[in-house]
């Protein structure tokens, strides 16, 4: 009799066990359908990852995809010399545009708009982030910084540069505003660069959220709301923390190839140059913040590196210029790539073969010669 009734208390819990997790699954139907949908995301592209092992084999991946690559090297002493493979496209980029609100920054402290010293509370550079929307990575950025109820806004840059928090990308980007931001790739000389947008307002706009559609689609303005108004961001905040950004991998590769900032890696190479020579008190600010000297343990012929990039699904960006022992001068390199399969791109965040290729190219003169021969301008 015991061992029935043991069998009997089995079934039933069994059975209480299915029925439970069917109501979690059906409750959450969406957040179960986006994690299966992810899964089937991360083999796309596998058998080409699995190629990718050395940035010889990453420059053979970017010959056979003309139409969604671009990369540009070359040395300032003879840009006729160099390398502008698909150099003219316009791409959405990823990180990149950090440069041009870094330079919109180091503008407005030098013009007296802005006081590297101010302080802001911490509390309020919270309020530019949501769970699955940046949350984590913010608090992550913050442990690089003492505890304090307050920063510096030159440690928020910091945060930015270091942490890529994206609370800090906002809160910044909104102190310089959109009108400032607009005009600024004119004034650089770069204009088929578009200036950077919101995080949180662009994230937002990817959503069809009916309490926030009454605002538009505008990032700048959606941005503004949640910040400002506490309880809607109060709701928003416990909707994607129970449900999650509700968005595929796949989603996020179409809305960031439609919404995000484009650019060209021509254009992004002649900022570099502008940052690497530029000889005013902006220019010397700009290499303040992005240069950094190499130690010798490295073995690499570089000197001291600049370096900007980013990823996303789809999208790799990377923007390097270094400055030599053996020589003096500067080389350029900018990497653009989009509508990368899901699986390259995470093997990419892996192993950082992207970065490695961009080094590979900054220091290694004959390597350079045959990427230049490789992929023809």
Do not use: C
Request: aromatic content about 6%; hydrophobic content about 45%; glycine content about 6%.
């Amino acid at each position: 009799m015991t061992g029935i009734n043991l069998k009997r208390h089995l079934l039933i819990a069994s059975g209480l066990l299915v029925l439970a997790i069917a109501f979690v699954v059906l409750r959450y139907r969406d957040t179960f359908s986006v994690m299966l949908e992810n899964l089937r995301a991360m083999r796309e592209g596998r058998a080409l990852a699995e190629t990718l092992r050395s940035p010889q084999d990453l420059v053979d991946y970017l010959a056979g995809q003309p139409h969604t690559v671009s990369l540009v090297a070359f040395d300032l002493e003879a840009p006729d010399s160099g390398l502008y493979f698909q150099a003219d496209v316009a791409r959405p980029v990823a990180g990149l545009p950090r440069l041009l609100l870094l330079a919109g920054y180091v503008q407005a402290v030098q013009q007296g708009k802005l006081n590297p010293e101010e302080r802001v509370a911490r509390r309020t550079l919270d309020r530019y982030v949501l769970p699955s929307l940046g949350a984590q990575i913010h608090q992550h950025a913050l442990t690089l910084l003492a505890a304090d109820d307050s920063l510096r806004l030159e440690q928020v840059m910091h945060l930015l540069l270091q942490g890529n928090d994206p609370a800090a990308h906002d809160y910044l980007l909104l102190r310089l505003g959109p009108s400032a931001l607009s005009k600024l790739p004119e004034r650089l000389g770069v204009p088929a660069l578009e200036p950077p947008l919101p995080v949180l307002g662009l994230f937002l706009s990817w959503h069809a959220l009916p309490v926030v559609q009454q605002y538009g689609r505008a990032p700048y303005r959606l941005t503004r709301q949640v910040v400002r108004d506490t309880m809607l961001h109060r709701t928003l905040a416990q909707q994607f923390e129970q449900q999650g950004s509700g968005l595929s991998l796949w989603d996020q590769r179409d809305r960031a190839q439609a919404t995000y900032p484009r650019g060209t890696a021509q254009a992004y190479a002649l900022l570099l140059q502008r940052i690497a020579t530029d000889t005013s008190t902006w220019g010397r600010n700009m290499r303040r913040y992005l240069e950094r000297p190499l130690p010798d343990t490295l073995q690499v012929n570089l000197k001291t590196l600049a370096v900007e990039s980013g990823l996303f699904p789809g999208l790799v960006s990377v923007a390097a210029y270094a400055r030599r022992h053996d020589r003096s001068g500067v080389r350029i390199v900018v990497l653009l790539m989009e509508q990368v399969p899901m699986a390259v791109l995470y093997h990419l965040a892996q192993t950082r073969l992207e970065q490695g290729l961009v080094l590979q190219l900054l220091g290694d003169d004959v390597f350079f010669k045959q990427v230049r021969r490789r992929l023809p301008s």
